[in-house]
């Protein structure tokens, strides 16, 4: 019987064959065993192969098995036995960058959505009107118009980590400014909002580039399902922690809060990521292999840009731009005015309309995963990455649609909140349709498409935030501006499915 001493020992197998569980291990000094024990298997014969010990049994090789010791660690973690005997799992690098990417998400959400709940009691002490509201909540969007393309041609040149960390620190200044601004003057809390945006801008983009640059393809959609789970449980922190918060400390209590938390994060970013998967010290070869292995397009930056008409001539590139603007046009309704809306509609107070806004945002974090889930599950079945994109994209349209045309016809609170729930779980869904498409038909600019798509769809925020507070004024209700908004989901699901694809289009 062979001995082998080696630290780890990485064992592939053919698709068709797979190495029975009757390997025994015996722990030798660094807490493994030294033999291997297979029973029926005759383990004789060793070679060298490429500059490094194989160790391969003649029976294993006629059945495809090669066991490979190598100290680079076994990819999906590996359990192993500290000097003391106690069980150490060894997480993935990848896993560790998206975490982070979900808590900075969640604390860029909970950052804008403090606005959302802190100005029911500004404007009942300022005396503001509904429209009036409608510009304070948009003013946010004036900086995020100009910075997503900025932040999308930033992070193509010099990667995400940098550009993330830039601008977790400058909306953190604004976050902590803006009760001041808000007592000081109008104009001040104006321009300390859209410079919060402008700072905020660079998020979805870096992410974005963060999670092609550390998944391979058929993990993605997990990956920014996690990412946007965290942004989704920012609504809910945010609505639920607010309302204590001013009504313990004062309004200007959740603002300090987040921003200290903003200084968390930067601490924890500094260390535990990187651009690219290649820059990190702490990565496994195996690990590094299976992210490059799973990669279509080449990662390197070559900091060149894609000319502009270039990029606009191509209808894939409308499909993704008209169905970023629908889902913000809906996505920032839904976020600036719950609030507001429980509480003019149904007449509950402050902390009931924080609940009733926070529990579809829960449900939207939980669905958006499921979505990336099955996302990757079609892909590895084998369906065209073309078709999951359009299904997925379908569902995250179709779905917010109807649900907004039945909340139309809510009597009661309760069942506003399911109707909304279904809005926003099912829209969800758009996170593996057009958000992972930019990856998929441009993968060296996919910053820069990111940048430009979500500068028009910013656009149609503003829009959207700034209308809803003039059509209630004007109308006396939502119900007007909620049709407008479900006729436009299904206008651009049907342009989606006539051109949008999954094959790379800009080389």
């Known amino acids: 019987m062979a001995a ?3 630290s780890q020992f990485l064992i592939r197998s053919s ?31 060793c070679e060298r192969r490429r500059g490094r010990k194989e160790y391969v049994t003649k029976k294993a090789a006629e059945r495809g098995w090669v066991v490979r010791c190598t100290a680079e660690g076994m990819e999906k973690g590996m359990l192993m036995r500290g000097r003391a005997g106690e069980p150490k799992i060894t997480v993935p690098e990848r896993f560790k960058v998206v975490t982070l990417l979900a808590l900075v998400m969640c604390l860029c959400n909970a950052d804008r959505v403090v606005m959302s709940v802190a100005i029911v009691p500004l404007a009942a002490e300022h005396g503001w009107s509904n429209s009036f509201l409608g510009i304070v909540q948009s003013s946010f969007l004036w900086g995020y118009v100009f910075s ?31 009760p001041w601004a808000a007592t000081h003057s109008t104009l001040s809390l104006l321009a300390v909002r859209a410079f919060f945006g402008l700072a905020e801008g660079v998020a979805l983009p870096a992410m974005s580039t963060l999670v092609s640059r550390w998944f391979p393809i058929n993990e993605r959609a997990s990956a920014v399902g996690i990412s946007m789970a965290g942004f989704h449980l920012g609504n809910v922190t945010g609505l639920l922690v607010t309302p204590i918060v001013i009504s313990s400390i004062g309004i200007s209590g959740p603002f300090v809060l987040f921003t200290s ?13 990187t651009s690219d998967p290649r820059e990190s010290h702490l990565i496994s070869q195996s690990e590094l292999r299976l992210i490059q292995a799973g ?18 001539s191509k209808l894939p590139t409308w499909a993704i731009i008209f169905a970023n603007i629908t889902n913000n046009w809906g996505y920032f309704v839904l976020l600036s005015w719950m609030p507001v809306y429980f509480k003019s509609v149904f007449d509950i107070n402050l902390k009931q309309a924080a609940w009733f806004s926070a529990a579809p945002w829960g449900m939207m974090a939980i669905s958006g995963y499921i979505a990336g889930v099955v996302s990757d599950y079609l892909i590895k079945a084998g369906y ?21 045309l039945c909340l139309n016809h809510a009597k009661t609170p309760v069942a506003a909140a399911m109707f909304l729930t279904a809005a926003l779980s099912l829209s969800s869904f758009s996170q593996a349709g057009f958000l992972l498409n930019m990856q998929d038909i441009a993968p060296e600019y996919a910053g820069f498409l990111h940048g430009i798509s979500n500068s028009a769809g ?16 004007w ?8 049709t407008v908004t479900a006729l436009l989901y299904f206008a651009t699901t049907i342009f989606w499915n006539a051109f949008a694809t999954g094959e790379r289009v800009f080389l």
Not at 296 to 309: A, D, I
Not at 392 to 402: L, R, T
Not at 458 to 473: C, D, K, M, P, R
């Open 4 to 6: 082998v001493t080696p």
């Open 15 to 45: 698709p068709h064959n797979s190495l029975p569980s009757l390997i025994g291990f015996r722990r030798t000094h660094l807490g493994l065993e030294p033999k291997l024990v297979a029973r029926g298997i005759g383990w004789k014969s």
């Open 148 to 178: 997503s393309v900025i932040g999308g041609v930033l992070v193509d040149r010099y990667g995400g980590k940098k550009v993330m960390a830039c601008g977790v620190a400058l909306w953190s200044l604004a976050t902590l400014l803006t």
């Open 261 to 273: 938390l903003g200084l968390l994060w930067l601490t924890m970013w500094g260390y535990g990521a």
């Open 295 to 312: 990669k279509t397009e080449s990662s390197v930056r070559n900091g060149k840009f894609l000319p502009l008409r270039l990029l606009l």
């Open 384 to 404: 065209p990455l073309t078709l999951v994109r359009k299904i997925m994209q379908s569902i995250g349209f179709i779905g917010p649609g109807v649900s907004l």
């Open 458 to 473: 910013t656009l149609a925020a503003i829009v959207s935030t700034i209308g809803t507070g003039y059509f209630v004024q």
């Open 475 to 482: 109308l006396g209700s939502f119900q007007a501006f909620l």
